[in-house]
Structures are given as C-alpha cells and as structure tokens.
C-alpha cells in the first residue's frame, strides 16, 4: 500500500463501495476532496459529481436517488454553511430512514473551535438527526471510517450518517486498503426474528376474525422481496392491507384487498377497519400521531404485533401484545413458512369482508366538480390514467397535493412513491425527482407539486438543465398554501394569516428561462392534452395546472380527534373544534 492523501483515501473507498453518484456543492474546505474527485475522473473513475444549486437539494436529490434504487445516496458539502444547509435533508432521511451518507468539510483540526472562518459544529449539530456521525482526524483512519459509514446508513433501519473531514486530514497522507465485512463491535441489528415470535404471529392471524395488516415503509426499505413476501402472506391469509403514506406501493393498490391509505388523509373503510379490527398486524411502520389520531381511541379492541427492525420503535407510541424485533422482510419470509408448515386454511373472513364493503360504499374519495374548474383531485386521476401504464416514479412536494396525489395515484410497486413523510419538508419533490432520474435514467419521473412548495428549490431546475434530465413537474396551482388555508378554514375560522400566495411567478415563463418547456392548463377540458403534450417532450417540463381554489382535502382526521371521527365533505364539519384539538394542531 502507498501512501495516499486523505482526498484520494476517500474517493478510492467511495469507489470501493460501488458509489457512482455524489451529490454535491464544493467550497473551500472541500477543495482536496474536489481535486481528487477531479483527477479521478479524468482517469476514467465512475463517480459521476452533480452540482446541485443548494446544499438541501443535494441531500434531497441524495434521497430521491436512494429510494428509486436502493443503494444509499452520497452527499459532499463544504463547512459551515454548506454543512448547516444539509441539516432538512439529513434530518428528513432520520425520520424516513433513507440510507444516505453525508460527508462534510471542515476547518483544519488546529483552528477547531476558535470561530474560524466557515466553521460549525456539525458533528454536534448532526447528533440527533443523524443515525450516527463521525469527525475523523487522522487520514489512517478515514477509509475504514467511510465503509463503517455505509455499513451503519444500510444495515438495520436505514438512516443518514454525516462523516466530518478536516482539511488537513484531506491533504495529509495515509496508507489504505479495502476492509473486510464490517463487524461493529456494538451495532449489530437483530435481523432474524425469534421463531417462537413467529408461531404466535402466525397463530394469531389465522385465528382472527378481523385482522387487518397495516404495512409501512419498513417493508419497502427491506428491499421488493418483502413486498412480494407481504402478497403471499395476504392471499394466504385473506386479510385486508391498509398502508402508511410511506408504504404506498409495497402492496398493489389494485388488489381488491387493499384498503388504500389509513391516518389523517386515509381512507374511510382503511380507518374503521383499524378502529374495528381484533387483531391488527403492524408491519415496518411505528404507529405516528398521523395514523393513530386520538391514541386512547386508536384500534381499542385489536390485539396489536409489532414486526419492526428498530426495537425502539416498538411501543414506543402503541403499547403492543407481541412484539417482533426483525428485518420485515425476514419476518414475513418466516411466517409464510409457519403457515404453510402448519396449513392454515384461509380464514373464513365473509362477515369482516362484508363489513369493509359498507364502509367501502362511502365512496369517501368521491369528489364534486365545479363547471370547467379543474378540480385538483381530477387531475391526479388523469394524470395517473395518463401515465400508469408506463410505471412512472412520482415525487411530491408537501401540502394538499401530496396528500391528492397519495389517494388518487395507485402504485402497484414499491420505489415508485417517493414523499417526505416524517417531517414534511416543503421543496423535497423537485430534487428528490433529479436524485431519481439519475438513479433511474428510462423512467418517466414527475414530480407532482404546489406552486408555494415548488418554489422552496425551484433553483434546481438549473440542475436538470445542466445534466439534460427529463423530469416532469405537475403543479397544482391553487395560488394557496392549501393545506395551511384548509386548518385556518376549519381551525382558525376562516382567519387566511398568510396563507395566500401573492406575487407568483408566471411558471410557463420561468420554465423557458431555464431551457424547459411550459405547459399551461386552465380548464378540465385541456387537461389530456395538456399531459399528453407533457409526456411527448423528451426534455424536462413544467406544467402549471391551474386548480380549484378553494378545494379541501377529504378525508380528513381534526388533530386531537380519533381515527373514526373522519370529515369526509365540506358539509361533515361545523367551522369549529375543541380548544383541545386546537391545542394539538
């Protein structure tokens, strides 16, 4: 082994962990790393560099790369700021549990902690929105730490891990050579579960009478084996499948079976077959306030299983009758095994069935039309009769649209749903759709947005540009903060503080400004071919559909209320709450 510099220790075990895609925005503590990134290049390396316009949309765009794929997304940003910048997108990926690996610049370790110029304390700010965070100070150790970096975002819950380089460990010189499999000496996640934990979760299911297995996004990030394993184990079983907002895909929306989306935005049969089921079977999802509602009247009569990989998760916001510590895709593997082994017969489930299509004859995602007003739900549904057949990846921003596009978009496969669902970062669609079209370079990916949403990293459009990326963008443009409007119409009576969005740009001209095409549509009648016109440009677009105005998004939970209290049309509420659930929005 020769001695390397600290850049050129870190690009080569980048290489040696297979990265092909960094996302980045260099500045001066970074420069060595850039240099060698540089040279590596010209020598014929695979790590393709893309400049971002924003250190958020980098990690983002690392998100989005991650989740059409499955391999971690890699981030590279310089200190201070640059790290500062990264914090949304490090902290979105923790509540998401998207693999990703950040790597920070930073001051030479002799002007640590005297205010140098561009210096944070990211390894301190990054303590509890990271998995795990490192600040290496000796050049020897920066390969190992960079593989032991990857094995910790990739193993176990997936999550982000932010790796803190001084600049005088990048220049500073070092042997390297690849490690072997990673064993950490403490992390070491339980990825088999315990067989009798099985049995009983098997044993349980067949003998329900009304189970419901409620899926998240732990069965996607397992990896596409566990979504065909939670199939089998349904056909098996027979029983009904709801899902998160982040499981969406890893079971068929198709399927007569599913439910569709459970929680504040769900479905009215998804959530009274949670509140009426005996046995509820918790699948790589953590039971959050957005699904539960009122936790005293969430599922009151169910015996609850918990099958997660995070054993913090598990009652840590449910109290559960089994719990089940394990990889999902593992565990499911496991029980499709057990019943079969013990042939179960499928339950007879005629009256929970029977049940499910009552409360499935609401119609609860019905939806009233206004003239040749565009009502926003009619454009996610021609949108998706528009472009399912060519399995798009769909990215969203956060607002009203995205929970549209969650209940009228049917994904029939895991990775094509890409959100922020934790933590709900506005201006997450747009770089996450670029992260995905790299990650996927046929696909056909939109990102389904709001027009104050876009706007948070609208610069990234200069990105898609450069790199010549496709990517499509479906604005709803209400000229609101729709969501925000929505709580203050049935919060706040009707008090709008802010939640009108003057001064928008003409998006058709600021589309062309940066080599895109614009498309506008202003009336139902245009909508096929305006998203015909959409998906016959090979190059990226921006479509500015304008929406209903006023339109609210139902089915909708009041914060502090249970999950059956659903307001399913505008005439379902009085214009008032509880000082309680005000208190709780």
């Not at 990102?447 to 450069?466: F, H, K, R, V, Y």
């Not at 990517?471 to 049935?490: A, C, P």
Request: proline share 5%.
């Amino acid at each position: 082994m020769t001695q390397k510099s600290g850049a050129d220790i870190l690009i080569e075990a980048l290489t040696d962990l297979g990265v092909e895609v960094v996302f980045g925005y260099p500045g001066g503590a970074v420069l060595p790393i850039y240099d060698a990134l540089f040279r590596a290049a010209a020598a014929g390396g695979r790590i393709r560099h893309i400049l971002v316009r924003h250190e958020q949309a980098a990690t983002h765009a690392a998100e989005g790369y991650a989740r059409s794929t499955g391999k971690p997304g890699v981030v590279l940003v310089t200190s201070g700021p640059g790290a500062t910048n990264a914090i949304t997108g490090i902290t979105d990926a923790l509540m998401d549990s998207i693999p990703m690996v950040v790597i920070t610049g930073q001051v030479p370790t002799a002007l640590i902690g005297t205010d140098a110029f561009q210096e944070a304390d990211t390894v301190g700010i990054t303590r509890h929105c990271t998995k795990h965070n490192y600040l290496v100070k000796d050049p020897a150790k920066l390969g190992d730490t960079i593989h032991e970096a990857f094995h910790i975002a990739t193993s176990g819950r997936p999550g982000p891990v932010v790796v803190d380089v001084p600049k005088d460990v990048q220049v500073a010189t070092a042997r390297y050579g690849k490690p072997g499999p990673i064993q950490h000496k403490t992390y070491r996640p339980q990825v088999k579960a315990d067989r009798s934990a099985i049995e009983a979760a098997v044993d349980m299911l067949a003998a329900a009478e009304r189970p419901v297995l409620y899926t998240g996004g732990g069965v996607i990030n397992s990896g596409p084996r566990a979504s065909a394993l939670l199939r089998e184990i349904a056909r098996l079983s027979g029983a009904p499948v709801t899902s998160t907002l982040m499981g969406l895909g890893a079971f068929p929306a198709s399927s007569p079976q599913f439910l569709g989306m459970l929680g504040m935005h769900g479905t009215f049969e998804a959530n009274h077959a949670m509140n009426r089921a005996d046995l509820v079977i918790a699948i790589g999802a953590r039971f959050d306030d957005r699904v539960t509602g009122r936790l005293d009247a969430f599922s009151p009569t169910s015996r609850k299983v918990h099958i997660d990989i995070d054993r913090s998760s598990i009652n840590k916001n449910v109290r559960v009758d089994l719990p089940v510590v394990a990889d999902v895709g593992h565990a499911l593997e496991d029980m499709v095994h057990v019943w079969k082994a013990r042939q179960h017969p499928m339950s007879d489930l005629t009256d929970w069935w029977a049940s499910i299509a009552e409360w499935r004859a609401r119609k609860c995602l019905d939806f009233p039309e206004e003239g040749t007003a565009i009502m926003p739900q009619r454009a996610v549904k021609a949108l998706w009769e528009a472009t399912h057949a060519r399995d798009p990846i769909i990215t969203t921003e956060v607002g009203q649209h995205q929970m549209w596009a969650a209940q009228y978009f049917g994904f029939e496969k895991p990775n094509k749903w890409l959100t922020s669902g934790g933590l709900g970062t506005m201006g997450y669609g747009l770089p996450a759709a670029i992260g995905a079209q790299l990650g996927s370079p046929g696909a056909l990916v939109i990102d389904i947005a709001g027009e104050a949403s876009i706007q948070m990293n609208i610069q990234e459009l200069a990105t898609a540009s450069q790199y010549r990326l496709p990517v499509k963008i479906f604005i709803l443009n209400n000229e609101r903060l729709g969501m925000v409007r929505q709580w203050q119409e049935i919060t706040y009576e009707s008090r709008y503080a802010e939640s009108y969005s003057d001064s928008l740009p003409d998006f058709v001209k600021l589309a062309e400004a940066y080599g895109w095409r614009g498309i506008r549509i202003s009336a139902r009648g245009e909508l096929d071919d305006g998203i015909a016109a959409m998906l016959a440009h090979d190059g990226p677009v921006m479509v500015d559909c304008r929406v209903s105005q006023l339109a609210n998004c139902f089915p909708m939970i009041p914060s502090g209320a249970a999950h059956t209290d659903m307001i399913l049309q505008a005439d379902d509420w009085s214009g008032t709450m509880t000082d309680e659930a005000k208190a709780l929005v």
